[in-house]
Each structure stands twice: as structure tokens, then as C-alpha cells.
């Protein structure tokens, strides 16, 4: 407490307006809860800002861009110019067009706006500093608090974000010029979408891995067209490499690469990779190895709150910490650190401090890689069901004999759907292919639903479209699917 502060009070104080934050503020606004929203920087947080939406956009117009220079298939002779700077002033627009209706949103839902920086004083009042020369800070105390400062992204040595050549995510979607070449540390989900966009936009893109194969966490049969796309796109992988420092070489930079230490695939014994260093010439390097939780400028031990030793805060089922009263959720609060997990946190904090009966529940959380072809899942995987206990039975069907696929020019991959084979129930699916991310969404209901092989194959898919391919896997299952052979 500064002497000569004021205290203000509220019922729920929420600290970060991301997906997960502004969510459980607008709900706790909806059930009646006098809430104040607490954020440093920008409504919408690393989602709207610098991360899911910005992302999207750019692979959107990059998809445009290479589509239309690749159709002569179709009678199609174009040589589109891209205009960089262009592009990220459309894209900013639409991030402008969202954060702008969040804030809107807050407000018509009554949620209190306050911009600044919180951290804990105890486990009942923030402090919240304002930016700005003079601005100073204020006392907050509340009743709850939900927690929702999100990620950032995770640095490695010798390769700091502050230096010109060297991007994370947030930069790398910010250029205003396509740079001619380009090397993405990283393989994960957000360096395979970004290394996407720069070669379908012309640049030179080489990936370099630690471990032996992109996305880590995939089924193999899910990756494969990815890879194949990938290289077909003229991107160059260098597997069980870690990157360990940059030169600058006058008009270029030239990274430097050492054999990692690689697990394997499996999780078993690591072994050596016996090879020299890499050195990888280039315009630009994206570091994009992972997130890790902001929970270390919070006082977060003002209050009592603990964190495991990542520091992400531990919850329980209902987003609550080890203090009564404080909830934490979406990215700081754990994996996966998805937008629309943050979200369901949010309601659930929101409707937990209402007093409703509401728990989490991870069974039918999809996640989504918007590379080319996109990968979507929902709910187990074959081996995640058998290790269960579930007897399954599986059906798949290839997107090359559906009609709309070839239609789009975009036939490689599959669905593929995992259900308990006593009952029929769904327990999961995967996707590889087009429109992956929005055709989940069937298979996530199906399985919120209880929904079971038949339910699906038995509700008529419109003709001709993409998600006939799920139809026609659950009859694949059934052994009667019509346009694939049956197993
Ligand atoms: C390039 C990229 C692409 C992505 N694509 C996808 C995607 O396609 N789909 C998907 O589901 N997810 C995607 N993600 C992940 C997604 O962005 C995060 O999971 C999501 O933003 C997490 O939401 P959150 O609310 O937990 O945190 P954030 O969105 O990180 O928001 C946290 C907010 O808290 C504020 N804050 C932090 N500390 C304080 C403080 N002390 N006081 C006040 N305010 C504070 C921050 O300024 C920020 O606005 C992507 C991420 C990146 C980087």
C-alpha cells in the first residue's frame, strides 16, 4: 500500500484481456458480477494481436498469392506481384476491426476497462502501474481474480529478439518486406505455418529441428502430407540440429547449427547424431521453439499463488489455484496453449465465481495446424483409446475419392475417426487435408454429444462437399462406406 492511496474495490478482477481473459470478463459481466479488466497492451491479448488472427490472415493472402500463380492446371496464367506491406496493412486492419468490437463488447457486457499492469500485493489487492511518464498506480482489492496473462515467446541463447535479423512470431508477422531467405528454428506449429507463408511468398526457407521430424506430438500418417507439401513448396529441413549462434556476414547473416541431442520419436533412449555443424546462410532467422507462461511478473508469491516448475499455475477442474479465491486460465494456466481452451476456461472461472455447477472438460478439445494441408484433432487418437482400455474400431476415408476435393484442387489427406467398437461411441478423429479446421467441428460435437458411428453416417452430408469425407469415414468404420473400399 503506497501512503496516501486510494483502494478501490471489485467483485472479480481479471488481469489480461487475451482470448481466455476477455471471455471470462465478458461472462462474469453476463451473470451479473461486478468486473473490472485489467490489460497492459492490447484488448484481445498475443490471439488478436500477434498470433492466431494475424497469422491466419497472412496465410490466407499468402494461399492466394501461390494459388493463383500455380493454377495453369486450370487455365489459369498469372504471376501475382506481392506487395509485402500491403498485405500486413490489411491484416492489421482486421486485427484493428476485433480488438476493436472486444472492447466494445467488454463494455456493453459492463465489464470495467483499465489499462495497466497488475501485480499481486496480497491475495485480495493489485497494484495496477499505468504506462507513461506521471501516470503512476493505483490499489485494487477484489473478491476473485482470474488470472489470464498468457505466453510469450521462449528465447534461446545467443539469438536475442532485440536484434535486427533475429524475429519471433510476433516480429516475423510485422515485416514490410518478403525477405529473400529465411531460416525458422523450430518445427512446431507456429514455425511450420510461418515458413509456409515466407516460401509461398517467395522466400528461401530452410527448417532446422532438434528432434527428427516436424510437429512433435502428430501422428506420422497426419505429418506426412505437411512434410510432402512443405518440400514440394521448396522448404529444406535440417533434422536433429539446435541452432547456437548467428553471425552477421555483411549483407546476410549466416546461423549456425550443432547435431542436438535427439530423443527418440518414442520417447526412448536419446543417441547422438553424428554429424558436423550446419551453417545456413540467410536474410532473416525466426526463433520459434515454444511459449512459456508470464507468471513471473505478477508477485504471484504476494499471494500465495504456486506455479510448477515451468511456471505455469497450477489448477483444478475449475480453473481455481491453491488459493481459494484466485482462478487462473488459458495460456498461464497450462497446455495446450490454444485460444479456444483459454476461452472455456474463462466461462468456466466466470461461472464458478457465480456459484453454477461448471467444470472443465479437455475430452473434446480440438487443435488445429493451419498449415497446407491443415491437421485438426479432436478427442483420442487410436493409441490414446486402446491405452484406455476402449476396444476400438477405426474408419478413414482418403479426401483424393471425394468429388469436392478434387474439385478444389486440394485432395491429399483423410479423416480418419476412432470409436469404441462395443458401442460405436466417437472418441476421436483426426484430419489431414482441406478445410480440416472447420471439419472437426462435426466430430467435436459428435463426440460431446455421445454421438456414435451410426448417428454420423446415418445424418445426410450435403453433396458435393468436403464434409461428406466424415460421413463416409464413420460408414468406413460401419464396413459399408460407398465410395472407398471397405476394410
Ligand atoms: C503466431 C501464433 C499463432 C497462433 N495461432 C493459434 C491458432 O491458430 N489457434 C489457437 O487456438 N491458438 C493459436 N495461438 C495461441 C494463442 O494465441 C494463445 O493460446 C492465446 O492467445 C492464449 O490466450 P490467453 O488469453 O491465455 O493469453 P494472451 O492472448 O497471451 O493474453 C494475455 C494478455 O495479458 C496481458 N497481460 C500480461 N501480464 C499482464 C499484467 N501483469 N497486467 C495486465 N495485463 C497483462 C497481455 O498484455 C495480454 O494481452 C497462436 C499463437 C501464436 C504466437
Known amino acids: 500500500m503506497v501512503v496516501g492511496d486510494v483502494t478501490t474495490g471489485t467483485d472479480v478482477l481479471v488481469i489480461g484481456a487475451g482470448p481466455a481473459g476477455y471471455v471470462a470478463a465478458i461472462r462474469a459481466g453476463q451473470l451479473d458480477l461486478d468486473v473490472t479488466l485489467v490489460e497492459k497492451e492490447a484488448y484481445g ?102 488470472v489470464a496473462t498468457g505466453s ?53 526457407v530452410t527448417v532446422i529441428e532438434m528432434l527428427d521430424s516436424i510437429l512433435p506430438g502428430y501422428d506420422d500418417d497426419l505429418k506426412r502430407p505437411v512434410k510432402q507439401r512443405a518440400t514440394d513448396l521448396g522448404i529444406e529441413f535440417e533434422f536433429g540440429y539446435t541452432a547456437s549462434e548467428w553471425h552477421d556476414n555483411g549483407d546476410t547473416i549466416r546461423v549456425v547449427a550443432d547435431p542436438a541431442e535427439q530423443a527418440a520419436a518414442d520417447g526412448g533412449q536419446a543417441e547422438a547424431v553424428e554429424a558436423e555443424s550446419l551453417e545456413l546462410d540467410a536474410e532473416k532467422v525466426l526463433v520459434a521453439v515454444g511459449r512459456e507462461p508470464v507468471s513471473d511478473t505478477l508477485a504471484l508469491e504476494s499471494a500465495g499463488v504456486e506455479t510448477d516448475d515451468r511456471g505455469f499455475i497450477d489448477t483444478d477442474s475449475r480453473a481455481r489455484t491453491n488459493v481459494e479465491q484466485i482462478f487462473a486460465v488459458g495460456d498461464v494456466a497450462g497446455e495446450p496453449m490454444l485460444a479456444h481452451k483459454g476461452s472455456m476456461e474463462g466461462q468456466v472461472a466466470a461461472e464458478v465465481i457465480a456459484g453454477e455447477p461448471a467444470a472443465i472438460d479437455y475430452q473434446a478439445m480440438p487443435a488445429v495446424v493451419f498449415t497446407d494441408p491443415e491437421i485438426a484433432t479432436v478427442g483420442m487418437t487410436e493409441s490414446e483409446a486402446e491405452d484406455a482400455g476402449f476396444e476400438t474400431t477405426v474408419g478413414k476415408f482418403p479426401f483424393r475419392a471425394s468429388g469436392r476435393a478434387l474439385t478444389t484442387g486440394e485432395s491429399d489427406g483423410f479423416v480418419k475417426i476412432v470409436a469404441d467398437d462395443a458401442e460405436g461411441y466417437v472418441l476421436g478423429a ?58
Open 45 to 146: 491479448g498475443t490471439c488478436l494481436n500477434h498470433g492466431c488472427i494475424p497469422s491466419k490472415a497472412l496465410i490466407t493472402a499468402s494461399d492466394l498469392a501461390h494459388e493463383a500463380g500455380s493454377a495453369e492446371e486450370m487455365g489459369i496464367h498469372a504471376d501475382p506481384a506481392v506487395d509485402l506491406a500491403k498485405m500486413v496493412d490489411w491484416k492489421d486492419g482486421v486485427v484493428d476491426q476485433l480488438t476493436g468490437g472486444v472492447e466494445k463488447l467488454c463494455k456493453a457486457n459492463g465489464v470495467n476497462l483499465l489499462e495497466g499492469t497488475a501485480t499481486f500485493e496480497d491475495d485480495q489487492t493489485v497494484r495496477v502501474s499505468h504506462s507513461g511518464e506521471g501516470q503512476g498506480s493505483e490499489s485494487l482489492s477484489f473478491e476473485h481474480a482470474i
Open 152 to 204: 510469450r515467446p521462449i528465447e534461446i541463447p545467443n539469438f536475442d529478439f532485440g536484434d535486427d535479423p533475429v524475429l519471433n512470431s510476433r516480429q516475423a508477422l510485422a515485416l514490410d518486406s518478403v525477405p529473400d531467405s529465411l531460416v525458422v528454428v523450430g518445427a512446431g506449429y507456429i514455425g511450420m505455418e510461418l515458413a509456409s507463408v515466407f516460401a509461398k511468398l517467395g522466400t528461401d
Open 430 to 487: 483426426s484430419i489431414v487435408g482441406p478445410e480440416a479446421s472447420e471439419l472437426i467441428a462435426e466430430l467435436g460435437l459428435a463426440i460431446e454429444l455421445g454421438a456414435t458411428l451410426e448417428d454420423v453416417a446415418a445424418t445426410v452430408h450435403t453433396h458435393p462437399t468436403l464434409s461428406e469425407s466424415v460421413m463416409e469415414a464413420a460408414e468406413n468404420a460401419l464396413g459399408h462406406a460407398i465410395h472407398t473400399l471397405n476394410r
